[in-house]
Protein backbone atom coordinates (compact mmCIF):
# COMPACT_ATOMS: atom_id res chain seq x y z
CA UNK A 1 0.00 0.00 0.00
CA UNK A 2 1.61 3.51 -1.20
CA UNK A 3 2.65 6.11 1.37
CA UNK A 4 -0.57 8.55 1.39
CA UNK A 5 -2.40 10.92 2.93
CA UNK A 6 -5.73 10.46 0.96
CA UNK A 7 -8.59 11.86 2.96
CA UNK A 8 -11.30 9.67 3.80
CA UNK A 9 -14.54 12.50 3.76
CA UNK A 10 -13.26 14.00 0.22
CA UNK A 11 -11.08 10.93 -1.28
CA UNK A 12 -8.25 13.78 -1.94
CA UNK A 13 -4.43 12.40 -1.84
CA UNK A 14 -3.47 15.50 0.51
CA UNK A 15 0.23 14.25 0.21
CA UNK A 16 2.15 11.60 -0.97
CA UNK A 17 5.61 10.05 0.86
CA UNK A 18 8.57 8.22 -1.03
CA UNK A 19 9.26 5.25 1.06
CA UNK A 20 12.58 4.57 2.88
CA UNK A 21 14.87 1.82 1.29
CA UNK A 22 16.78 -0.47 3.33
CA UNK A 23 20.02 1.34 3.02
CA UNK A 24 18.30 5.02 4.62
CA UNK A 25 16.30 2.47 7.23
CA UNK A 26 19.80 1.12 7.92
CA UNK A 27 21.43 3.99 8.57
CA UNK A 28 18.83 5.48 10.81
CA UNK A 29 19.38 2.09 12.93
CA UNK A 30 22.84 2.90 13.06
CA UNK A 31 22.29 6.04 14.58
CA UNK A 32 19.40 5.06 16.94
CA UNK A 33 22.26 2.56 18.06
CA UNK A 34 24.63 5.28 18.47
CA UNK A 35 22.19 7.81 20.42
CA UNK A 36 20.80 5.26 23.03
CA UNK A 37 24.84 4.39 24.25
CA UNK A 38 24.80 8.31 25.07
CA UNK A 39 20.80 8.73 26.07
CA UNK A 40 21.09 6.03 28.80
CA UNK A 41 23.35 7.86 31.15
CA UNK A 42 20.82 10.97 31.20
CA UNK A 43 19.38 12.07 34.34
CA UNK A 44 16.03 11.41 34.86
CA UNK A 45 16.23 15.43 35.46
CA UNK A 46 17.21 16.50 31.95
CA UNK A 47 14.81 13.88 30.01
CA UNK A 48 11.95 15.35 32.26
CA UNK A 49 12.90 18.95 31.36
CA UNK A 50 12.44 17.59 28.09
CA UNK A 51 9.28 15.47 27.85
CA UNK A 52 7.67 18.47 29.88
CA UNK A 53 8.57 20.82 26.70
CA UNK A 54 6.93 18.06 24.62
CA UNK A 55 3.95 18.28 26.38
CA UNK A 56 3.76 21.88 26.04
CA UNK A 57 4.41 21.27 22.27
CA UNK A 58 1.74 19.22 22.24
CA UNK A 59 -0.69 21.35 23.50
CA UNK A 60 0.89 24.18 21.39
CA UNK A 61 -0.19 22.49 18.22
CA UNK A 62 -3.10 21.00 19.23
CA UNK A 63 -5.00 22.63 16.08
CA UNK A 64 -2.53 21.80 13.56
CA UNK A 65 -2.25 18.32 14.82
CA UNK A 66 -5.97 17.60 15.14
CA UNK A 67 -6.61 18.99 11.58
CA UNK A 68 -3.91 16.68 10.65
CA UNK A 69 -6.04 13.68 12.12
CA UNK A 70 -8.82 15.19 10.60
CA UNK A 71 -7.25 15.19 7.00
CA UNK A 72 -5.46 11.62 7.65
CA UNK A 73 -8.04 9.20 8.93
CA UNK A 74 -11.14 11.26 9.37
CA UNK A 75 -11.12 12.00 13.15
CA UNK A 76 -13.88 14.80 14.25
CA UNK A 77 -11.48 18.41 14.83
CA UNK A 78 -12.49 18.39 18.50
CA UNK A 79 -11.81 15.01 19.11
CA UNK A 80 -8.36 15.47 17.33
CA UNK A 81 -7.47 18.35 19.95
CA UNK A 82 -8.76 15.97 23.13
CA UNK A 83 -6.41 13.53 21.94
CA UNK A 84 -3.73 16.15 21.69
CA UNK A 85 -4.04 17.10 25.29
CA UNK A 86 -4.44 13.64 26.92
CA UNK A 87 -0.65 12.68 24.90
CA UNK A 88 0.30 16.26 27.02
CA UNK A 89 -1.05 14.63 30.31
CA UNK A 90 0.61 11.36 29.22
CA UNK A 91 4.06 12.52 28.52
CA UNK A 92 3.80 15.38 32.14
CA UNK A 93 2.87 12.34 33.39
CA UNK A 94 5.83 9.47 32.74
CA UNK A 95 8.33 13.22 33.13
CA UNK A 96 7.17 13.82 36.70
CA UNK A 97 6.90 9.80 38.17
CA UNK A 98 9.42 7.54 35.42
CA UNK A 99 12.32 8.17 37.99
CA UNK A 100 9.62 6.53 40.73
CA UNK A 101 8.89 4.20 38.58
CA UNK A 102 12.20 3.28 37.81
CA UNK A 103 13.97 3.44 41.25
CA UNK A 104 16.05 0.32 42.71
CA UNK A 105 13.93 -2.28 44.23
CA UNK A 106 15.14 -3.15 47.79
CA UNK A 107 15.09 -7.09 48.25
CA UNK A 108 15.82 -8.28 51.51
CA UNK A 109 18.65 -10.84 51.66
CA UNK A 110 21.18 -12.63 53.39
CA UNK A 111 23.34 -10.28 50.87
CA UNK A 112 24.72 -7.08 52.30
CA UNK A 113 22.72 -5.46 49.76
CA UNK A 114 20.24 -6.80 47.15
CA UNK A 115 18.41 -5.24 45.25
CA UNK A 116 16.94 -4.71 41.42
CA UNK A 117 17.59 -2.40 39.18
CA UNK A 118 15.48 -0.97 35.72
CA UNK A 119 17.99 -0.26 33.23
CA UNK A 120 17.05 0.88 28.99
CA UNK A 121 17.73 -2.08 26.65
CA UNK A 122 18.27 0.16 23.92
CA UNK A 123 16.11 0.39 20.68
CA UNK A 124 12.47 -0.10 20.90
CA UNK A 125 10.71 -0.32 17.28
CA UNK A 126 7.03 0.82 17.99
CA UNK A 127 4.55 -0.68 14.92
CA UNK A 128 1.52 1.57 15.27
CA UNK A 129 -1.86 1.81 13.88
CA UNK A 130 -3.86 5.00 12.27
CA UNK A 131 -6.98 5.31 14.53
CA UNK A 132 -5.35 7.02 17.52
CA UNK A 133 -2.17 8.35 15.47
CA UNK A 134 -0.88 10.20 18.14
CA UNK A 135 -2.23 8.42 21.72
CA UNK A 136 -1.32 5.35 20.83
CA UNK A 137 2.72 6.59 19.41
CA UNK A 138 2.64 8.65 22.87
CA UNK A 139 1.91 5.98 25.43
CA UNK A 140 5.24 3.96 23.76
CA UNK A 141 7.25 6.87 23.32
CA UNK A 142 7.15 8.97 26.87
CA UNK A 143 7.90 6.07 28.88
CA UNK A 144 10.41 4.42 26.63
CA UNK A 145 12.32 7.17 26.45
CA UNK A 146 11.83 8.53 30.13
CA UNK A 147 13.52 4.92 30.68
CA UNK A 148 16.52 5.56 28.66
CA UNK A 149 15.39 4.00 25.93
CA UNK A 150 15.24 5.32 22.08
CA UNK A 151 12.18 4.57 20.06
CA UNK A 152 12.24 3.95 15.96
CA UNK A 153 8.45 4.39 14.78
CA UNK A 154 6.55 2.46 12.02
CA UNK A 155 3.21 4.14 11.72
CA UNK A 156 0.61 3.07 9.66
CA UNK A 157 0.85 3.65 6.32
CA UNK A 158 -2.28 5.80 5.99
CA UNK A 159 -0.96 8.63 8.32
CA UNK A 160 2.57 9.92 7.55
CA UNK A 161 1.80 13.16 8.36
CA UNK A 162 0.43 12.70 12.05
CA UNK A 163 4.03 10.48 12.69
CA UNK A 164 6.60 13.38 11.20
CA UNK A 165 4.54 15.17 13.14
CA UNK A 166 5.27 13.44 16.40
CA UNK A 167 8.81 12.91 15.11
CA UNK A 168 8.92 16.70 14.82
CA UNK A 169 7.59 17.68 18.67
CA UNK A 170 10.23 15.33 20.12
CA UNK A 171 13.04 16.88 18.15
CA UNK A 172 12.08 20.20 18.87
CA UNK A 173 11.47 19.46 22.72
CA UNK A 174 15.44 19.20 22.73
CA UNK A 175 15.60 15.24 22.10
CA UNK A 176 18.39 14.03 20.15
CA UNK A 177 17.19 13.90 16.55
CA UNK A 178 18.27 9.73 16.64
CA UNK A 179 16.43 9.24 19.87
CA UNK A 180 13.22 9.46 18.20
CA UNK A 181 12.27 8.62 14.28
CA UNK A 182 9.61 7.68 12.20
CA UNK A 183 10.25 4.90 9.28
CA UNK A 184 8.57 5.83 6.43
CA UNK A 185 8.78 1.98 5.15
CA UNK A 186 6.79 -0.47 4.07
CA UNK A 187 5.98 -3.64 5.76
CA UNK A 188 7.89 -5.59 3.74
CA UNK A 189 10.71 -4.19 6.04
CA UNK A 190 9.55 -4.94 9.41
CA UNK A 191 11.39 -8.68 9.40
CA UNK A 192 14.59 -7.48 8.47
CA UNK A 193 14.55 -4.60 11.00
CA UNK A 194 13.84 -7.19 13.57
CA UNK A 195 16.35 -9.01 12.77
CA UNK A 196 19.12 -6.59 13.45
CA UNK A 197 20.49 -6.88 16.45
CA UNK A 198 20.54 -3.55 17.22
CA UNK A 199 16.68 -3.68 17.70
CA UNK A 200 15.96 -4.79 20.99
CA UNK A 201 12.13 -5.14 21.42
CA UNK A 202 9.09 -4.36 19.55
CA UNK A 203 5.62 -3.34 20.31
CA UNK A 204 2.55 -3.21 18.39
CA UNK A 205 -0.48 -2.20 18.48
CA UNK A 206 -2.83 -3.28 15.63
CA UNK A 207 -4.69 -6.32 14.49
CA UNK A 208 -4.55 -10.08 15.31
CA UNK A 209 -3.17 -11.24 12.22
CA UNK A 210 -0.29 -8.34 12.28
CA UNK A 211 0.45 -9.08 16.14
CA UNK A 212 0.91 -12.74 15.35
CA UNK A 213 3.42 -12.12 12.42
CA UNK A 214 5.20 -9.63 14.28
CA UNK A 215 5.23 -12.18 17.74
CA UNK A 216 6.60 -14.87 15.15
CA UNK A 217 9.27 -13.19 14.19
CA UNK A 218 10.60 -11.52 17.00
CA UNK A 219 10.43 -14.82 19.02
CA UNK A 220 13.07 -16.30 16.49
CA UNK A 221 15.00 -13.59 17.23
CA UNK A 222 14.62 -13.74 20.98
CA UNK A 223 13.22 -10.22 21.32
CA UNK A 224 10.73 -8.72 24.12
CA UNK A 225 6.87 -7.85 22.69
CA UNK A 226 4.20 -6.37 23.75
CA UNK A 227 1.22 -6.87 21.89
CA UNK A 228 -2.27 -4.86 22.11
CA UNK A 229 -4.86 -6.14 19.48
CA UNK A 230 -8.18 -6.40 18.88
CA UNK A 231 -11.25 -6.02 21.21
CA UNK A 232 -14.74 -7.18 21.34
CA UNK A 233 -15.55 -5.40 24.89
CA UNK A 234 -18.82 -6.69 26.42
CA UNK A 235 -20.96 -3.82 28.52
CA UNK A 236 -23.20 -5.68 30.76
CA UNK A 237 -26.29 -4.35 31.42
CA UNK A 238 -28.37 -6.08 34.62
CA UNK A 239 -31.95 -5.31 35.17
CA UNK A 240 -31.16 -2.99 37.90
CA UNK A 241 -28.77 -0.96 36.34
CA UNK A 242 -29.92 2.77 35.96
CA UNK A 243 -31.24 2.29 32.03
CA UNK A 244 -31.15 5.78 30.58
CA UNK A 245 -27.63 6.40 32.00
CA UNK A 246 -26.55 2.93 30.87
CA UNK A 247 -27.82 3.34 27.11
CA UNK A 248 -26.66 7.12 26.50
CA UNK A 249 -23.04 5.84 28.14
CA UNK A 250 -23.39 2.72 25.45
CA UNK A 251 -24.30 4.96 22.46
CA UNK A 252 -20.91 7.11 23.34
CA UNK A 253 -18.92 3.77 24.10
CA UNK A 254 -20.16 2.12 20.92
CA UNK A 255 -19.07 5.71 18.45
CA UNK A 256 -15.94 6.10 19.68
CA UNK A 257 -13.51 7.13 17.00
CA UNK A 258 -16.54 6.57 14.80
CA UNK A 259 -16.45 2.53 16.43
CA UNK A 260 -12.61 2.35 15.46
CA UNK A 261 -11.29 1.74 18.66
CA UNK A 262 -9.80 -1.55 20.26
CA UNK A 263 -11.65 -0.80 23.39
CA UNK A 264 -15.10 0.57 22.01
CA UNK A 265 -17.85 -0.90 23.16
CA UNK A 266 -19.50 -3.93 20.96
CA UNK A 267 -21.48 -6.41 22.36
CA UNK A 268 -24.19 -5.32 24.67
CA UNK A 269 -24.89 -7.99 26.87
CA UNK A 270 -28.58 -7.07 28.39
CA UNK A 271 -30.48 -8.71 31.16
CA UNK A 272 -33.93 -9.85 29.37
CA UNK A 273 -36.46 -7.71 31.47
CA UNK A 274 -34.60 -4.77 30.29
CA UNK A 275 -33.38 -5.96 26.61
CA UNK A 276 -36.45 -3.75 24.84
CA UNK A 277 -36.17 -1.06 26.79
CA UNK A 278 -32.58 -0.48 26.62
CA UNK A 279 -32.40 -1.10 22.25
CA UNK A 280 -35.01 1.51 22.29
CA UNK A 281 -33.21 3.98 24.24
CA UNK A 282 -29.85 3.23 22.73
CA UNK A 283 -31.02 3.49 19.20
CA UNK A 284 -32.27 6.74 20.64
CA UNK A 285 -28.69 8.61 21.50
CA UNK A 286 -27.25 6.76 18.35
CA UNK A 287 -29.72 8.70 15.59
CA UNK A 288 -28.68 11.65 18.19
CA UNK A 289 -25.23 11.50 16.75
CA UNK A 290 -24.37 14.30 14.30
CA UNK A 291 -22.07 13.04 11.26
CA UNK A 292 -20.42 15.91 8.43
CA UNK A 293 -16.67 17.09 7.50
CA UNK A 294 -14.38 16.15 9.88
CA UNK A 295 -13.16 19.65 10.32
CA UNK A 296 -16.66 20.90 10.94
CA UNK A 297 -16.53 21.91 14.98
CA UNK A 298 -20.15 20.44 15.22
CA UNK A 299 -19.08 17.05 13.47
CA UNK A 300 -19.51 14.32 16.45
CA UNK A 301 -18.21 11.10 14.10
CA UNK A 302 -16.53 11.09 10.76
CA UNK A 303 -16.03 8.49 7.86
CA UNK A 304 -13.94 5.27 8.86
CA UNK A 305 -10.85 6.11 8.18
CA UNK A 306 -10.74 4.22 4.09
CA UNK A 307 -13.33 3.14 2.15
CA UNK A 308 -12.07 -0.60 1.90
CA UNK A 309 -12.75 -0.54 5.95
CA UNK A 310 -15.66 0.36 5.47
CA UNK A 311 -16.98 -2.49 3.01
CA UNK A 312 -15.48 -5.12 5.13
CA UNK A 313 -17.97 -4.00 7.46
CA UNK A 314 -20.82 -3.77 5.50
CA UNK A 315 -19.65 -7.63 4.81
CA UNK A 316 -19.44 -8.79 7.98
CA UNK A 317 -23.29 -6.87 8.72
CA UNK A 318 -24.34 -8.87 5.71
CA UNK A 319 -23.36 -12.10 6.44
CA UNK A 320 -24.41 -12.34 10.16
CA UNK A 321 -27.71 -10.80 8.75
CA UNK A 322 -28.12 -13.59 6.17
CA UNK A 323 -26.94 -16.04 8.85
CA UNK A 324 -30.10 -14.52 11.41
CA UNK A 325 -29.06 -11.37 13.07
CA UNK A 326 -32.09 -8.98 13.25
CA UNK A 327 -31.49 -5.33 12.51
CA UNK A 328 -32.85 -2.86 15.04
CA UNK A 329 -31.60 0.01 13.49
CA UNK A 330 -30.51 0.37 10.00
CA UNK A 331 -27.43 2.55 9.02
CA UNK A 332 -24.63 1.15 7.42
CA UNK A 333 -23.27 2.63 4.06
CA UNK A 334 -24.71 4.47 1.46
CA UNK A 335 -22.72 2.64 -1.33
CA UNK A 336 -19.98 0.62 -1.88
CA UNK A 337 -16.70 2.21 -1.70
CA UNK A 338 -17.83 5.44 0.17
CA UNK A 339 -15.88 5.71 3.75
CA UNK A 340 -18.77 6.76 5.68
CA UNK A 341 -21.14 4.64 7.70
CA UNK A 342 -24.12 4.84 10.06
CA UNK A 343 -24.57 3.29 13.38
CA UNK A 344 -27.04 0.31 13.41
CA UNK A 345 -28.09 -2.36 16.16
CA UNK A 346 -28.23 -5.74 15.28
CA UNK A 347 -30.41 -8.38 18.11
CA UNK A 348 -30.38 -11.74 17.61
CA UNK A 349 -26.89 -12.45 17.48
CA UNK A 350 -25.88 -16.06 18.02
CA UNK A 351 -22.37 -18.74 17.82
CA UNK A 352 -23.32 -19.43 14.11
CA UNK A 353 -22.81 -15.61 12.82
CA UNK A 354 -19.71 -13.67 11.99
CA UNK A 355 -20.95 -10.86 14.49
CA UNK A 356 -20.85 -13.33 17.41
CA UNK A 357 -16.94 -14.31 16.79
CA UNK A 358 -15.38 -11.38 14.98
CA UNK A 359 -14.27 -7.83 15.59
CA UNK A 360 -16.27 -5.63 14.10
CA UNK A 361 -14.21 -2.27 13.97
CA UNK A 362 -17.04 0.19 13.16
CA UNK A 363 -20.35 1.83 14.33
CA UNK A 364 -22.35 -1.81 14.88
CA UNK A 365 -24.23 -2.06 18.34
CA UNK A 366 -24.73 -6.36 18.99
CA UNK A 367 -27.20 -7.11 21.16
CA UNK A 368 -26.97 -10.18 23.21
CA UNK A 369 -29.79 -11.42 25.83
CA UNK A 370 -29.20 -12.93 29.08
CA UNK A 371 -30.76 -14.71 31.16
CA UNK A 372 -29.28 -13.54 34.21
CA UNK A 373 -26.01 -12.13 35.66
CA UNK A 374 -23.82 -15.03 35.50
CA UNK A 375 -25.59 -16.02 32.30
CA UNK A 376 -24.19 -12.46 30.83
CA UNK A 377 -20.55 -13.13 32.36
CA UNK A 378 -20.32 -16.50 30.42
CA UNK A 379 -21.50 -14.75 27.15
CA UNK A 380 -18.53 -11.87 27.50
CA UNK A 381 -15.89 -14.52 28.04
CA UNK A 382 -16.65 -16.45 25.22
CA UNK A 383 -14.72 -14.43 22.91
CA UNK A 384 -11.55 -15.27 21.85
CA UNK A 385 -11.17 -11.83 22.90
CA UNK A 386 -10.50 -10.04 26.09
CA UNK A 387 -9.36 -6.49 26.17
CA UNK A 388 -11.71 -4.27 28.01
CA UNK A 389 -15.26 -4.31 29.50
CA UNK A 390 -17.81 -2.43 31.97
CA UNK A 391 -20.95 -3.92 34.35
CA UNK A 392 -23.63 -1.63 34.53
CA UNK A 393 -25.74 -2.30 38.01
CA UNK A 394 -26.70 0.03 41.05
CA UNK A 395 -25.53 -2.96 43.27
CA UNK A 396 -21.53 -1.60 42.85
CA UNK A 397 -20.18 -4.77 45.15
CA UNK A 398 -22.01 -7.09 42.98
CA UNK A 399 -20.76 -5.51 39.95
CA UNK A 400 -17.22 -5.74 41.70
CA UNK A 401 -17.72 -9.32 42.13
CA UNK A 402 -19.07 -9.79 38.18
CA UNK A 403 -15.96 -7.45 36.99
CA UNK A 404 -13.81 -9.79 38.91
CA UNK A 405 -15.12 -12.65 36.34
CA UNK A 406 -14.31 -11.12 33.27
CA UNK A 407 -11.97 -12.06 30.96
CA UNK A 408 -10.84 -8.81 30.26
CA UNK A 409 -7.18 -6.48 31.28
CA UNK A 410 -9.79 -3.85 32.11
CA UNK A 411 -13.15 -3.89 33.72
CA UNK A 412 -15.10 -1.07 34.49
CA UNK A 413 -18.45 -0.90 36.83
CA UNK A 414 -20.62 1.68 35.96
CA UNK A 415 -18.23 3.72 33.38
CA UNK A 416 -17.14 3.19 29.99
CA UNK A 417 -14.05 1.84 29.06
CA UNK A 418 -10.96 4.47 28.43
CA UNK A 419 -7.06 4.16 28.65
CA UNK A 420 -5.75 7.10 31.28
CA UNK A 421 -1.66 7.20 32.31
CA UNK A 422 -2.31 6.01 35.81
CA UNK A 423 -3.85 2.53 34.91
CA UNK A 424 -2.11 -0.13 32.97
CA UNK A 425 -3.57 -0.89 29.65
CA UNK A 426 -3.58 -4.39 27.84
CA UNK A 427 -5.47 -7.59 27.02
CA UNK A 428 -5.81 -11.38 27.38
CA UNK A 429 -6.48 -14.07 25.00
CA UNK A 430 -6.51 -13.00 21.55
CA UNK A 431 -5.92 -9.35 22.83
CA UNK A 432 -2.62 -9.20 23.02
CA UNK A 433 -0.02 -9.67 26.09
CA UNK A 434 1.86 -7.10 28.26
CA UNK A 435 0.96 -3.68 29.36
CA UNK A 436 1.09 -0.26 28.03
CA UNK A 437 0.69 2.98 30.72
CA UNK A 438 0.88 2.95 34.55
CA UNK A 439 4.31 2.18 36.11
CA UNK A 440 3.63 -1.52 34.55
CA UNK A 441 4.24 0.07 31.30
CA UNK A 442 7.36 1.67 31.79
CA UNK A 443 8.47 -1.69 32.90
CA UNK A 444 8.14 -3.48 30.01
CA UNK A 445 11.46 -2.40 27.94
CA UNK A 446 14.07 -2.68 30.47
CA UNK A 447 16.19 -4.98 31.99
CA UNK A 448 15.68 -6.10 35.21
CA UNK A 449 19.13 -7.12 36.74
CA UNK A 450 19.34 -8.39 40.02
CA UNK A 451 22.64 -6.76 41.96
CA UNK A 452 23.56 -8.70 44.85
CA UNK A 453 26.46 -7.44 47.32
CA UNK A 454 27.76 -10.06 49.75
CA UNK A 455 28.88 -9.22 52.85
CA UNK A 456 32.32 -8.11 53.96
CA UNK A 457 34.00 -11.09 56.28
CA UNK A 458 35.66 -9.77 59.16
CA UNK A 459 39.03 -10.49 59.50
CA UNK A 460 39.71 -13.16 62.52
CA UNK A 461 40.80 -11.56 65.66
CA UNK A 462 44.52 -11.82 66.43
CA UNK A 463 45.42 -13.74 69.80
CA UNK A 464 47.08 -11.98 72.55
CA UNK A 465 50.80 -12.89 72.93
CA UNK A 466 51.78 -13.22 76.63
Not at 380 to 400: P, Q, Y
Request: with cysteine; glycine share 8%.
Amino acid sequence: MPIASINPYTGRVERRFRAFGWVQTERIIGQAHRAAVEWRTTTFTHRAGLMHRAANLLRERQDELARLMALEMGKPIVDGRAEAVKCALCCDYYADHAEEFLADDLIPTEAQRSFISHEPIGIVLAIMPWNFPLWQVVRFAAPALMAGNVGLLKHASNVPQCALALEQIFHDAGFPPAAFRTLLIENELIEKILEDDRVRAVTLTGSEGAGSAVAATAGRQIKKTVLELGGSDAFIVLADADLEVAAKTAAQARMINAGQSCIAAKRFIVEKPVLKEFIAKLKTHLLAFQTGDPLNETTQYGPLARPDLADELTKQVNDSVAQGAKVELHGGQSAPGTALFRPMILSNIKPTQRAYHEELFGPVALLLEAKDADHAVQLANDSRFGLGGSVWTKNVKRGEELARRVEAGAVFVNSMVKSSPEMPFGGVKKSGYGRELSYLGIREFVNQKSIWIAKEEKPAAKKKVE
